[in-house]
């Protein structure tokens, strides 16, 4: 099976800030990769698709870059709505695999 | 597409988990698998299961022996059991649209939307 390594697990930024959060792959998948948002006490929701692609509706401080078995999240300045928990997600044969996730907190 | 969780909150250790989740604006037996996921308190998120077309299933390999994810066409309804819990099945459970398909591939493979979320204790 496929494994998802996200790093930091926590991360304390300033609003303003430019965060980068890294998920990587035990194998190459290629750009088969999401992302997403979770707020204390609610259910995720999808920020990122098939690497780099933005959901209808995230806003545009939000990016995804990589492919292969390296990806990046980056939010360009962050908002007060921003500090939350972000998770990458992987499908293949038969398996959604999610990362351990990445907590992001203010400074 | 909207999704709801309903079920109780509270079982007792070697009792069945049974769950449901109500699905509005989209069929479950349209283009797109319907999936279990869950979340531990303070902990993150575990794939359990999904169901296509209203019959074919795919489950976490552990948890296969213990999960069952079913539909009920007349009410657009799709439904986990879990059997034999623990206190290690304490857990938010959401149900999510999965993976979308067509006759020859599927190119998506997120979740979106998800439900809200329904939080099941298990205690003696």
């Known amino acids: 099976d496929i494994q998802m390594t996200q790093s930091p697990s926590t991360l304390s930024a300033s609003v303003g800030d430019r965060v980068t959060i890294t998920c990587q792959a035990s194998?190459?998948?290629?750009?088969?990769l999401n992302w997403f948002q979770q707020k204390s006490g609610k259910a995720p929701t999808l920020l990122i698709f098939d690497a780099s692609n933005l959901e209808t509706g995230v806003p545009s401080r939000f990016s995804g870059s990589g492919s292969g078995t390296d990806f990046t999240l980056t939010i360009s300045s962050l908002q007060p709505e921003d500090f939350a928990t972000y998770y990458c997600?992987?499908?293949?044969?038969?398996?959604?695999?999610f990362g351990q996730g990445t907590k992001l907190e203010i400074k | 597409v909207q999704l709801q969780e309903s079920g109780p909150g509270l079982l007792k250790p070697s009792e069945t988990l049974s769950l449901t989740c109500s699905v509005s604006?989209?069929?479950?037996?349209?283009?797109?698998?319907w999936s279990w996921v869950r979340q531990p308190p303070g902990k993150g998120l575990e794939w359990i299961g999904e169901i296509y077309h209203g019959e074919t299933t795919n489950y976490n390999p552990s948890l296969k022996s213990r999960v069952i994810v079913s539909v009920d066409k007349s009410q657009n309804q799709f439904s986990l059991r879990l059997s034999s819990v623990t206190a290690a099945d304490t857990a938010t459970y959401y149900c999510?649209?999965?993976?979308?398909?067509?006759?020859?591939?599927?190119?998506?493979?997120?979740?979106?939307?998800w439900g809200q979320g329904i939080l099941v204790t298990v205690s003696s």
């Open positions: 999510a649209r999965g993976r979308y398909c067509t006759s020859t591939t599927c190119p998506a493979h997120w979740f979106d939307p």
């Open positions: 604006g989209a069929s479950i037996l349209g283009s797109h698998w």
């Open positions: 194998q190459d998948i290629a750009n088969s």
């Open positions: 997600q992987h499908y293949s044969n038969l398996l959604y695999t």
